[in-house]
């Protein structure tokens, strides 16, 4: 995927739904959030504000290949209104006749074809369903565990900054979850001697719940590095992943090796 194409995506989405109902719950469809969810109007307001992120983005490179900004309307601006905190609360059919335009379809269809040297390898959705449920169960195991604050609390950072990663990867792509590596990675590196102390004191359930994070941590890391290899000659992918799993191998070789 390219950023044209993640938009693409997106507004097909969007633009597909046929529900009048708030915005807050229309945009919790495009994302397939739960909209039983507690604090669902957050998540819906990250995620928009991660698809006006990603919209600039996509201006900014058509710009680096002198696309004139033209080009791009009205679909750009269209899309930027309707994806607004703002209107979280406001009625789909009050935006819908705005989107559901073909001028508005062939813009995101040529931005997606005049990006496509920028594509990212894509993401398998059984990779990322895998990723989800092995959170979830050890956010599950976190919560009945007897161990230490401090390694429970460190774990679970960890997990909530990796889910909220996966959350924007169809927004954004691999940018997140490399940021998201880059924030464990100076977790694991900042806290390093008062985490080997505070696991080698830990029970071996302790331990072993430490060592899966560790291992999710690691296994996050091998498919971003996976998914940065950018088409574009002459520049070199940069392996964010292979940085990170060096500093949480020491604590997940134990869990992996006897997987």
């Not at 109902?21 to 909209?35: G, I, N, P, R």
């Not at 993401?123 to 599950?140: G, H, R, T």
């Not at 940069?238 to 869990?255: E, Q, T």
Request: charged share 25%.
């Amino acid at each position: 995927m390219n950023a044209g194409t993640r938009l693409h995506r997106i507004y097909d989405r969007l633009s597909a739904l046929v529900t009048d109902q708030a915005m807050v719950h229309t945009w919790a469809e495009v994302f397939d959030l739960d909209k039983s969810l507690p604090h669902i109007e957050d998540e819906v307001t990250n995620l928009v504000m991660a698809l006006r992120a990603e919209i600039k983005f996509a201006r900014e490179r058509l710009d680096a290949y002198g696309v004139p900004a033209k080009l791009t309307s009205p679909a750009f601006e269209r899309l930027a209104q309707v994806a607004s905190p703002g209107q979280l609360h406001s009625s789909w059919s009050g935006h819908r006749g705005n989107i559901q335009t073909p001028e508005c379809l062939k813009v995101f269809e040529w931005v997606e074809w005049a990006l496509r040297e920028e594509d990212e390898a894509d993401m398998l959705a059984e990779e990322m369903q895998q990723l989800q449920l092995e959170l979830d169960a050890l956010e599950s195991s976190l919560r009945e565990a007897d161990m230490a604050p401090y390694l429970r609390d460190f774990i679970q950072r960890q997990v909530e900054t990796i889910r909220s990663a996966l959350r924007m990867y169809g927004v954004q792509g691999v940018k997140p979850v490399q940021d998201a590596l880059q924030k464990v990675a100076g977790a694991y590196k900042t806290q390093e001697k008062p985490l080997a102390q505070a696991y080698e004191a830990a029970k071996p359930p302790a331990k072993s719940l430490f060592e899966r994070a560790s291992g999710v941590v690691d296994r996050v890391a091998k498919v971003s590095d996976n998914l940065c290899k950018i088409k574009k000659a002459g520049e070199e992918a940069i392996a964010v992943g292979n940085a990170v799993s060096a500093l949480v191998l020491p604590y997940a070789s134990k869990f992996l090796g006897g997987a």
